[in-house]
C-alpha cells in the first residue's frame, strides 16, 4: 500500500501523494460488535483500520479502573480482537490506528508488543502521548486533552504498523493517516477539513450505515446487522463514504447528513488541527452505497484545546416503585409523603411519574405507572442502606399493589464531566516510536483568535400557503440527538427542497420549546446548515452535569430527536 514505508524504508515526511486511502473504522465505542474487526480486515480492501472506544463517561471508567490497578486504563477488549486479526492486518498491509489506549496508551502498546512477540509477528507499534493532564487538575479522576492528528500521523510516516493514541478528537484517527498518506501539512485547512467531516462520519461506526436512522422502516434494507463504514479520501480532501460489499445495512445521503449532525453544534466544528466549516459541506449520492463529500472548507483552529475533566460527583440510588390500576396520582402522593421524612438531609432529590398505564387494561402490566425516585448526595449513608431500608419498610404499610422494580441498594458513585479549556502550548504532544524514539508534535501553526458562529445563512423561500393536517414532524423529517457534557444536541433535517423550505421557517426555538417542554426554560441555540437542509439546536444543561451524572432518564440525549419527530403539529398536506 502506498502509505506504508517499511522498515527498510527511510523514514519520509511525504508518503504517498495522490492516490485514494481507504480507511474503515471497526468500532463506535467500547463495547461495540467484537467481530467487527476481522469483519472490517477479510470483507474487501482496506490501506487503515481505526477503532474509537472512547467517550466522555469511557474515560470515567477508565479513571476508576485505574484506581484499583495503575496498569489498566485502557480498552481491554481491544487487546483481545488484536489477538485474532493482528496476524492477518499484517498479512494484508492493513494499519491499525485506535484510541483504545485511553488513559494508558504506553501501557496497551506494551501489550500489544507482547501479543506480536507470542503470535511471532514482526509489529512496529508506536503510541502517541501528551493529553493526560490529570496532575494539573487536583480532584479529577481523569482530566484530558483532545489531541489532533499529527502525532498519529508522525507515527505512521516513521514505519508504524500500529498507533495507539490516548484522548484525541475522535476523527483524529482519520486526520492523522490522511496527513501522513498526502503529506499534507499543519495549515492546509481545507483539506484537513476535509478529513475532519469523513472521519466524524466514521467514528460512530453503523451510524452511518443505517444503525439508529429516523427512517430505518423505509426502503427494505436489511439493517440487522449492518456493516462498518469506510471512506475513500482523495488528496484534494475530498471523500466517498461507503462500506464493503454483501455487508448489511445502506449508505445514502440521509445516513450521512444524521451522522454529521450527531453532536455537533454550530456550523464551525472546532478541532485542534482545523476548524471545519459544516455549512459548506456538500453530500451527493455516488451510487449504490456511496455518499460523495466535497465542498468542505477549513479555517485555522481556535488558540486553546479542549480538555474533558472527569471527577466523582457522590453517590446516587434509585427506586422505582410499581402503581397500578385506580387512583395512580393517589398512590403516588402517599408514597412521596411517607419517604419525603428520610429524604429531609438529601441535597438532590428528583420523582418523576412516568404513566405508562391504559384504563381497562388487558394485562397487568399495561394497567401500571412508575413512581421514580432519584438521590444524590455526597454522603453514601444518606442514599444508601438507610433510604433503602425506609423504601423496603414501606411493603406492607404503603399504597394497595405496593411493589417495585427491583431492590434498592446500598448507593453508588457517580462521576460528573465538565470542559476546561487550555492553550495549545500547555500540552505535550509527543509520538513515542518503536524504537524509543520520541518525536515533538508542534501545535497549529496559526490559530484563530476568535471562534465565533458565522452570519446566519438566508432562509429559503417559505412554502406558498395552503391546505394542512396535523401530523407528527417527524412524517417529513429526521433527526438524531446526542450529548456533549450537560448540554444535548438535535439535528433535525428534510430531505427534500420543499420540505426544508418548510422545517426552515416552522421549526424555531419557540416552536421547539413548544414541541419540547422540558427545554422550556433552558438556553436553546438554534444553527442553520442550508447545504445539508438542516437544522441544528443545542439544549444547554438538559443533561445536568454530563452522562456520568444520571441526571435524566435518557442521560446521553440519545431519544431527544426521536421524541420531537413524535410531536404533532400542522404540516402542509403538499408535504406528507
Not at 432562509?459 to 394542512?468: C, I, N
Amino acid at each position: 500500500m502506498t502509505l506504508r514505508t517499511g522498515k527498510q524504508e527511510p523514514p519520509s515526511d511525504r508518503v504517498g501523494r495522490g492516490t485514494t486511502l481507504r480507511i474503515g473504522n471497526a468500532s463506535g465505542f467500547y463495547g461495540d460488535r467484537f467481530d467487527a474487526l476481522r469483519e472490517m480486515l477479510t470483507g474487501g480492501e482496506l490501506d487503515v483500520l481505526t477503532g474509537d472506544y472512547l467517550a466522555e463517561l469511557t474515560m470515567l471508567i477508565l479513571g476508576r479502573d485505574r484506581l484499583k490497578d495503575p496498569g489498566a486504563g485502557y480498552a481491554r477488549t481491544f487487546l483481545r480482537q488484536l489477538e485474532e486479526c493482528l496476524g492477518t492486518a499484517r498479512e494484508r498491509g492493513v494499519r491499525i490506528v485506535t484510541n483504545a489506549g485511553g488513559l494508558n496508551p504506553a501501557g496497551l502498546a506494551a501489550r500489544i508488543r507482547e501479543l506480536a512477540d507470542r503470535l511471532g509477528l514482526d509489529v512496529n507499534v508506536a503510541h502517541v502521548e501528551g493529553d493526560d493532564l490529570t496532575a494539573e487538575h487536583p480532584g479529577s479522576l481523569a482530566a484530558h486533552a483532545y489531541l489532533g492528528g499529527f502525532g498519529i500521523a508522525a507515527c505512521l510516516r516513521e514505519g508504524a504498523d500500529v498507533v495507539v493514541t490516548g484522548r484525541v478528537t475522535d476523527a483524529a484517527l482519520v486526520t492523522g493517516p490522511a496527513a501522513a498518506h498526502f503529506g499534507w501539512g499543519p495549515g492546509e485547512y481545507d483539506r484537513l477539513a476535509g478529513a475532519v467531516v469523513a472521519g466524524h462520519v466514521l467514528e460512530c461506526g453503523t451510524q452511518a450505515t443505517g444503525g439508529n436512522y429516523a427512517f430505518f422502516a423505509e426502503g427494505g434494507h436489511d439493517l440487522r446487522r449492518p456493516g462498518f463504514p469506510l471512506a475513500e479520501l482523495h488528496e484534494d480532501g475530498t471523500a466517498v463514504i461507503t462500506k464493503h460489499p454483501g455487508t448489511g445495512g445502506f449508505v445514502d445521503v440521509g445516513t450521512v447528513t444524521a451522522q454529521l449532525l450527531y453532536e455537533t453544534q454550530g456550523a464551525r466544528y472546532a478541532g485542534p488541527d482545523v476548524t471545519a466549516r459544516l455549512d459548506t459541506v456538500r453530500l451527493t449520492q455516488d451510487g449504490p452505497d456511496r455518499v460523495r463529500i466535497s465542498g468542505v472548507r477549513g479555517e485555522a483552529p481556535p488558540p486553546t484545546l479542549k480538555v474533558g475533566l472527569n471527577r466523582l460527583g457522590g453517590f446516587r440510588n434509585e427506586v422505582a416503585f410499581v402503581l397500578t390500576g385506580l387512583d395512580i396520582e393517589a398512590k403516588a402522593a402517599l408514597v412521596r409523603e411517607q419517604l419525603e421524612p428520610h429524604l429531609a438531609k438529601v441535597s438532590d432529590v428528583r420523582w418523576d411519574l412516568v404513566r405508562t398505564d391504559r384504563p381497562d387494561a388487558e394485562t397487568e402490566e399495561t394497567a401500571g405507572a412508575l413512581l421514580r425516585l432519584v438521590v444524590r448526595d455526597a454522603d453514601q449513608d444518606l442514599v444508601g442502606r438507610a433510604l433503602s431500608g425506609a423504601a423496603v419498610e414501606l411493603a406492607l404499610a404503603s399504597y394497595p399493589g405496593f411493589h417495585v422494580l427491583a431492590p434498592p441498594g446500598k448507593g453508588s458513585p457517580y462521576g460528573v464531566f465538565e470542559d476546561v479549556y487550555v492553550p495549545h502550548r500547555a500540552v505535550g504532544h509527543v509520538a513515542v516510536l518503536h524504537d524509543g524514539r520520541r518525536l515533538p508534535v508542534a501545535p497549529a501553526v496559526r490559530e484563530a483568535a476568535v471562534l465565533e458562529d458565522p452570519p446566519t445563512p438566508p432562509l429559503p423561500e417559505p412554502l406558498p400557503e395552503g391546505p394542512t393536517r396535523r401530523a407528527p414532524l417527524g412524517l417529513i423529517a429526521g433527526a438524531r440527538s446526542g450529548d456533549k457534557g450537560g448540554n444535548a444536541n438535535i439535528g433535525v433535517w428534510a430531505r427534500t427542497d420543499e420540505a426544508w423550505r418548510w422545517l426552515a421557517h416552522t421549526l424555531t426555538v419557540d416552536r421547539l420549546r413548544e414541541l419540547l417542554p422540558e427545554t422550556a426554560e433552558l438556553p436553546v441555540t438554534r444553527h442553520d446548515l442550508p447545504n445539508l437542509r438542516a437544522l441544528n439546536f443545542v439544549v444547554e444543561g438538559i443533561l445536568g452535569e454530563g452522562v456520568a451524572a444520571q441526571h435524566r432518564f435518557d442521560p446521553q440525549a440519545k431519544a431527544l430527536g426521536e421524541w420531537l419527530r413524535s410531536r404533532h403539529l400542522e404540516i402542509p398536506e403538499a408535504l406528507l
